[in-house]
């Protein structure tokens, strides 16, 4: 379904109330795994939910292949996957919790990533992006490269409340101004050196799902966590690297030069990697921000599953196309106080409460009808 406006105002309105109750219960230890995508998220905000209920959350993040297996065979009382999958266990449900941007992170300098040495910043249309990680474009100076990064480039910037949390309306963000920002830099005579995951992982699929969608004539492998797998070529190329999880990514690129790769923003930021501006259906160049991804979101649809499609030619001005959801697997069928907390975490997870705990981390309130969507799936689980 479309998330249409009507539907925008009735969530809205829901989410005042999502967590406005502390559950009956208290004291209940809750464990799930998976998505290193949706960590920084979990981590930020489990501890207020501890403060509020009572009950303890541990969650170790794996990568979404180990929240997918961990779904199947019914161990933790949920599992996040950045992917959708058919379960091995009929009645375990997707959720769409965690809104946020991947970004596409670089150290473009002649050695380590460190806070004394800022990161040029680079922009790239999204044929450059296909072409760097199907090993097509393979130097900094590239061609491509350099156009993409000629002239000043137009950047929409979302209106923030005093928290620093991106404001809304009817479930949309709100544009504070469409900036020109600085001109994109002249690249050294540099190998790019590729980093990608080589663990089963959703924000891999999530950006192999993106190439197979625009160009599908270069990428034209099935769809898979596994980047090898889905690489068009026989095997990767001798400039490609890999690491396990988002921080294994980060940290190995903080430790390459000139290199790139993908991962959530705050493991960038943490990091020192720069974060590239992507080009958009309307000529803008977005950063990986939380109303970027919203913009994203709110032209996507959805099934009354919870699983996306998401609009990667959107022409929203603000959106930035590599936003993605974290499904929180949860299996239906548990009725007993552990499941009744990991209910009462998930609306937690979904609350205005729990992002702004941190607006830095750049992830997004769920919002519009995939709220109304998330509340329908909720209400199937124990209460």
């Known amino acids: 379904m479309k998330l249409s406006r009507s539907l925008k105002i009735a969530a809205a309105a829901a989410a005042v109330t999502l967590f ?10 809750i464990s799930g795994a998976g998505s290193s995508f949706a960590a920084p998220l979990i981590s930020a905000c489990k501890v207020a939910f501890q403060s509020a209920t009572g009950n303890t959350v541990n969650y170790g993040s794996g990568g979404s292949g180990t929240g997918r297996s961990s779904a199947d065979a019914g ?39 460190n806070s004394s040495v800022a990161q040029p910043q680079i922009y790239l249309s ?17 061609a491509e490269i350099a156009a993409d990064n000629a002239g000043k480039k137009s950047t929409v910037v979302y209106k923030k409340d005093a928290k620093g949390a991106v404001v ?12 020109t920002g600085v001109e994109g830099v002249s690249l050294p005579n540099q190998p790019i050196n ?7 992982s959703g924000t891999t699929q999530n950006l192999v799902n993106f190439f197979i969608a625009q160009f ?9 966590g596994t980047f090898a797998s889905v690489f068009p070529g026989a095997s990767l190329p ?22 790139i790769t993908y991962v959530e923003s705050s493991y960038a930021s943490n990091s ?19 109303g970027g991804t919203a913009a994203f979101l709110s032209a996507a649809t959805a099934s009354a599953t919870g699983v996306l499609t998401f609009n990667y030619g959107t022409t929203d001005p603000g959106a930035y196309v590599l936003g993605i959801v974290s499904y929180a697997l949860v299996d239906s069928a548990k009725t007993d106080n552990y499941a009744k907390a990991t209910t009462a975490f998930l609306k937690y997870l979904l609350s205005d409460a729990c992002p702004n705990t941190n607006p830095s981390l750049q992830y997004s309130t769920i919002g519009g009808s995939l709220l109304a969507t998330d509340n329908a799936l909720l209400a199937k689980l124990a209460q």
Do not use: C
């Open 238 to 259: 001798l400039s490609f690297a890999s690491a396990s999880g988002s921080s294994g990514v980060a940290a190995l690129a903080a430790q390459t030069p000139y290199s």
């Open 168 to 179: 809304k309306v009817k479930g949309k963000p709100v544009v504070l101004k469409t900036i």
């Open 194 to 200: 590729v980093i990608v995951r080589s663990d089963s």
């Open 20 to 29: 406005a109750a502390q559950p009956a219960f208290a004291g209940v230890p």
């Open 216 to 224: 599908s004539s270069v990428w034209t492998k099935a769809s898979s």
């Open 75 to 113: 161990i933790n009382e949920f599992n996040f996957s950045d992917a959708s999958y058919t379960p091995k266990i009929s009645t375990v449900l997707h959720i769409p919790v965690v809104a946020a941007p991947v970004a596409i992170a670089y150290n473009a300098t002649g050695g380590a990533a």
């Open 272 to 290: 020192n990697l720069g974060v590239a501006g992507i080009k958009n259906a309307a000529g803008n160049y977005q950063l990986p921000t939380a």
């Open 126 to 142: 999204q044929q450059t992006l296909s072409d760097i990680f199907a090993g097509k474009v393979t130097k900094w100076n590239d």
